[in-house]
């Protein structure tokens, strides 16, 4: 039996099953109702036949039946096919007696049991209760013998028998009836009641036939609001759909964002290379054409030099990020947090005299576990992304706290559109490279590298920025704060050159 696919066709089939079965179990009860019914209706008749039997006994022939005697004589209460009889010990066959029956004509007759019908009745008990007996000739008949064995009587089965077969052929066709109504009401209704399936399913299919390979992906699509009632089954079914639609919408715009970043970094990286090789290019150009050049030969040697090193940098940066990514592990090793920033802060206000360089720090040296290179590298990222980015005369203020430190600036800030990306790589301000440059040299690799060691680390990157002021907060695993003979006074400012 091929097995039903469709939720239409089992339920409908399960429906009428149940309807099926519910009309049997009915059909079963009200059978055997009326069969016990009828048979002791039946069987008060056999007692009420059986009780004239014994009467009229008492009054028949002491030594026996004479010639023509059938059995009792008749009451005027018994029925068509009532069989009355009387045994006799000396006789054989030992049972005498009639059956009434009805001849064609419509007149009643009395007709003598045989031999086969009397060895029958000898072998039903004698306790005067009703019992099964099919009689030779007769039929099927209820028969009652008195207790003390002398007298019989019984009555036919057929109308109780043909009024139970009426009934089951009647209650099959209801049944039928009630299976045909059932399967189609339980078709109607079932198809009824899955419609809001079938909605979710054409959303689900008209997503599905959406382009999603690649471009902007403009996921509008969704299973609409009258469906998505959680407190219904369809309902959970779309809160879900749309819950998970909207759930690839998001990844797809990042994947795309991304691929765009991806992009606009293979540019720019083009770029930052292309212009030191084509200066190393010309510059060594220079000193081939000039071998007896000294002055020329030294210019050319330092300008490839400083191409060099800005290659390098944006080189090592990329190798450092892709490190990350592949989850080398980092030093853990305790540092002194507030030597790395009081020594950054120092060489900040060096490069940048220019800016108001503020340093704060807790009376306790802080020190936190990690890789002291690479923490030198964020503060120094940050540092140089506050330097670059905000004019002269910007305040500066790095705050050192237990597990972490923040920079601030009363700077321009960021960009709106920039404050929620600032830290994915390849991000940039601008096609001018404004602000989210650090060591990535312009390739916007600055902050990106700054999340990814401290994340490295186990801790967290926060940023808050708005016109006039720009907070970053680095979070890190603090070890423990060391006691200092004395406080740490921020640098001062180196005299103007």
């Known amino acids: 039996m091929t097995r039903l696919?469709?939720?239409?066709?089992?339920?409908?089939?399960?429906?009428?099953?149940?309807?099926?079965?519910?009309?049997?179990?009915?059909?079963?009860?009200?059978?055997?109702?009326?069969?016990?019914?009828?048979?002791?209706?039946?069987?008060?008749?056999?007692?009420?036949?059986?009780?004239?039997?014994?009467r009229t006994r008492e009054t028949g022939f002491p030594n026996g039946p004479e010639p023509g005697f059938g059995g009792p004589d008749r009451g005027p209460g018994d029925e068509v096919g009532t069989l009355s009889a009387g045994r006799y010990e000396d006789m054989d066959p030992a049972w005498y007696g009639d059956v009434l029956v009805q001849r064609s004509g419509g007149a009643v007759d009395l007709v003598e049991i045989t031999g086969a019908v009397s060895d029958r009745l000898d072998r039903v008990p004698s306790d005067g209760e009703p019992h099964d007996a099919d009689l030779e000739g007769l039929g099927s008949y209820r028969v009652a013998v008195s207790e003390d064995g002398s007298v019989a009587a019984g009555l036919p089965t057929g109308?109780?028998?043909?009024?139970?077969?009426?009934?089951?052929?009647?209650?099959?066709?209801?049944?039928?009836?009630?299976?045909?109504?059932?399967?189609?009401?339980?078709?109607?209704?079932?198809?009824?009641?899955?419609?809001?399936?079938?909605?979710?399913?054409?959303?689900?299919?008209?997503?599905?036939?959406?382009?999603?390979?690649?471009g902007d992906i403009d996921l509008a699509e969704r299973v609409p609001d009258h469906l998505t009632d959680e407190r219904t089954e369809v309902g959970q079914v779309g809160a879900a759909l749309n819950s998970l639609l909207a759930h690839v919408e998001t990844s797809l715009q990042a994947r795309h964002r991304s691929e765009q970043q991806v992009r606009q970094f293979v540019a720019d990286a083009s770029h930052e290379l292309r212009t030191p090789l084509a200066t190393i290019a010309g510059y060594t150009e220079l000193a081939r054409r000039r071998p007896d050049d000294a002055a020329a030969t030294a210019t050319a040697l330092g300008k490839v030099e400083e191409e060099s090193s800005r290659m390098t940098a944006l080189v090592e940066d990329l190798l450092l990020l892709a490190r990350l990514d592949?989850?080398?592990?980092?030093?853990?090793?305790?540092?002194?947090?507030?030597?790395?920033?009081?020594?950054?802060?120092?060489?900040?206000?060096?490069?940048?005299?220019?800016?108001?360089w503020r340093l704060e720090l807790p009376e306790e040296s802080v020190e936190?576990?990690?890789?002291?290179?690479?923490?030198?590298?964020?503060?120094?990222?940050?540092l140089t992304n506050a330097r670059k980015h905000t004019p002269p005369g910007t305040t500066v203020t790095v705050r050192g706290r237990p597990g972490g430190f923040a920079v601030s600036d009363d700077g321009p800030g960021f960009p709106p559109g920039l404050v929620g990306t600032a830290f994915e790589r390849f991000v940039r301000g601008d096609a001018s490279r404004t602000r989210g440059e650090g060591s990535g040299g312009g390739a916007g690799l600055g902050l990106a590298l700054v999340s990814a060691i401290v994340g490295a680390?186990?801790?967290?990157?926060?940023?808050?920025?708005?016109?006039?002021?720009?907070?970053i907060e680095v979070a890190l695993p603090a070890s423990r704060q060391l006691p200092v003979d004395q406080p740490v006074e921020p640098p001062e400012r180196p005299p103007a050159p």
């Open 457 to 471: 680390h186990g801790g967290t990157v926060g940023l808050d920025s708005e016109p006039g002021g720009t907070t």
């Open 368 to 382: 936190v576990l990690g890789d002291e290179l690479r923490l030198h590298q964020v503060v120094t990222n940050l």
């Open 5 to 54: 696919r469709s939720l239409t066709a089992r339920l409908v089939v399960t429906t009428t099953a149940i309807v099926l079965l519910v009309s049997l179990l009915v059909g079963t009860a009200t059978t055997l109702a009326v069969r016990s019914y009828l048979t002791g209706q039946l069987d008060h008749d056999v007692e009420r036949a059986l009780d004239r039997s014994e």
């Open 159 to 214: 109308d109780v028998d043909d009024a139970v077969a009426n009934l089951v052929a009647w209650e099959a066709a209801l049944a039928l009836a009630a299976l045909l109504a059932g399967g189609g009401a339980a078709l109607l209704v079932v198809r009824r009641q899955l419609g809001p399936l079938r909605e979710v399913a054409a959303t689900a299919h008209t997503v599905a036939d959406l382009p999603l390979a690649s």
């Open 326 to 356: 592949a989850g080398r592990p980092l030093a853990r090793e305790p540092v002194d947090l507030t030597r790395l920033l009081l020594e950054a802060t120092q060489d900040a206000q060096v490069l940048a005299p220019d800016h108001r």
